[in-house]
């Protein structure tokens, strides 16, 4: 029986029965240095419509801004209808569906993200998600370890500098040697990665549009790295993209992974992310996460289940090669949602990427000043490289007129110094990339 006690009588009658004198005496494992004996200085509560005229009154001093940053977090227009399904308390309160007679509705929901994720990558089995980019380039990385038996893996220097540390993270605990690939004019240099593959590399990976926004010759090196026997790996933070370039699956990729928050999930400072893995029928054992399929029940009648669910992430965790187990449900349900609404709009949003992106790509190489130039010369996607003589003063430019620049490449790459990394999606108007520039030109 639940007791909750709501008198200080009863207070201490429980504390009584329990056997302790005071509250305090259930915290004397914590230092007595670092405990709060006095209130907190709050003010006193107040009623719901003073919290809504306050909440109003402090939404005021809110700045609206115009940004220009990417870097794997994107800006999308997100249809009113994705808020509204994902709303629905029987999806958001929604945990794993082990039985399948009262989860068909997550189930088939789960089932239609991992159809679309194929269709989009070109794969032929997807999982219900991951924690997020990183995570799911990290656990592609474990994967080809234990698919091919080597414990090398090459990785391009032009892959999110963020996703591959946390890459570097799990390869120490499974005594992987991840050796980075050189660049050239922004892109991974298809000289270095010949001369760097061996017998024992157990998987080549390359992002595309990679972390500068440079298109990738993902065939090429597809068939560079199968000529060494190691799996192709396609790293994806802008899925966007997908709606204009070839599937990574059609040039050669065994295993895609990427960043689905492109797709119904917007910029929450950071999070929470969905995580997109998809590979070959021949690897389907080996992914981490979750699988759903289609089934008919005992009366023929199409139904949804969990999978390959004997898994040793839940029944052998020494000998796991992945001990991910939960998913990106609600986040994984959005992306479908707003993939579901585009359709073959898909294809006009991506251009309107690429289109705007140039635009001001163009706008910048254009300026008079000599302050800022375009760095490199690689067909680029919705993002793109300016050296300015000062990056942080040109930042500072902008955020004086509300906009928030470029990434400062610096802090990733030291060659990059005084390097920005502009974005430009749907949601900015010719005359806020028109702004940026012409603050640009003012500078010297």
């Known amino acids: 029986m639940n007791f909750i006690p709501n008198t200080e009588k009863e207070t201490k009658e429980m504390l009584k029965t329990i056997g302790v004198r005071g509250v305090m005496d259930l915290f004397r494992d914590i230092d007595g240095k670092i405990?709060?004996?006095?209130?907190?200085?709050?003010?006193?509560?107040?009623?719901?419509?003073?919290?809504?005229?306050?909440?109003?009154?402090?939404?005021?001093?809110?700045?609206?801004?115009?940004?220009?940053?990417?870097?794997?977090?994107?800006?999308?227009?997100?249809?009113?209808?994705?808020?509204?399904?994902?709303?629905?308390?029987?999806?958001?309160?929604?945990?794993?569906?082990?039985?399948?007679?009262?989860?068909?509705?997550?189930?088939?929901?789960?089932?239609?993200?991992?159809?679309?994720?194929?269709?989009?990558?070109?794969?032929?089995?997807?999982?219900a998600s991951m924690y997020d980019g990183a995570s799911a380039l990290a656990e592609s990385v474990v994967m080809a370890k234990y698919i091919k038996g080597r414990d090398e893996v090459l990785i391009s220097k032009s892959v999110h500098p963020e996703h591959r540390e946390v890459a570097e993270t799990y390869a120490k605990g499974h005594h992987i040697k991840i050796r980075e690939i050189a660049l050239h004019d922004g892109a991974t240099s298809a000289e270095d990665l010949g001369k760097m593959i061996t017998g024992n590399t157990a998987a080549v990976i390359v992002q595309s549009p990679n972390f500068f926004g440079c298109i990738e010759n993902l065939e090429e090196m597809g068939k560079t790295t199968h000529a060494k026997g190691a799996l192709f790996i396609v790293n994806i933070t802008e899925p966007t993209s997908l709606g204009l370039l070839k599937p990574p699956g059609e040039c050669g990729a065994d295993i895609v992974v990427g960043e689905g928050q492109s797709f119904g999930n917007p910029v929450n400072f950071g999070g929470p992310y969905l995580g997109i893995i998809a590979t070959k029928t021949e690897f389907v054992r080996k992914i981490p996460g979750r699988l759903v399929g289609e089934t008919t029940d005992t009366e023929g009648r199409r139904g949804f289940i969990l999978t390959l669910q004997a898994r040793e992430q839940h029944i052998r965790r020494e000998k796991a090669t992945s001990n991910i187990c939960t998913n990106e449900a609600l986040c994984a349900l959005a992306a479908s949602v707003h993939l579901a609404m585009l359709g073959k709009g898909l294809k006009e949003i991506a251009e309107l990427n690429l289109q705007k992106a140039h635009y001001a790509h163009d706008r910048i190489a254009s300026l008079k000043n000599g302050y800022c130039e375009p760095v490199f010369k690689k067909p680029f996607y919705n993002e793109f490289v300016v050296r300015c003589k000062d990056a942080g003063k040109a930042n500072g430019e902008l955020l004086e007129n509300g906009m928030v620049g470029g990434l400062e490449l610096g802090r990733f790459y030291p060659e990059l110094k005084n390097c920005l990394l502009f974005c430009v999606t749907e949601v900015i108007s010719k005359n806020e990339i028109d702004k940026l520039a012409n603050v640009l030109e003012g500078l010297r």
């Open 35 to 127: 405990i709060l004996r006095k209130e907190l200085n709050l003010p006193k509560g107040l009623s719901e419509p003073e919290l809504r005229k306050l909440m109003l009154d402090m939404s005021r001093k809110n700045k609206l801004m115009t940004s220009f940053l990417g870097a794997g977090s994107y800006s999308h227009f997100i249809p009113a209808v994705v808020d509204h399904v994902i709303s629905r308390s029987e999806f958001y309160t929604a945990y794993t569906p082990y039985q399948p007679e009262i989860s068909q509705g997550v189930l088939q929901s789960i089932f239609e993200y991992q159809t679309m994720i194929c269709e989009l990558t070109g794969m032929d089995v997807a999982n």
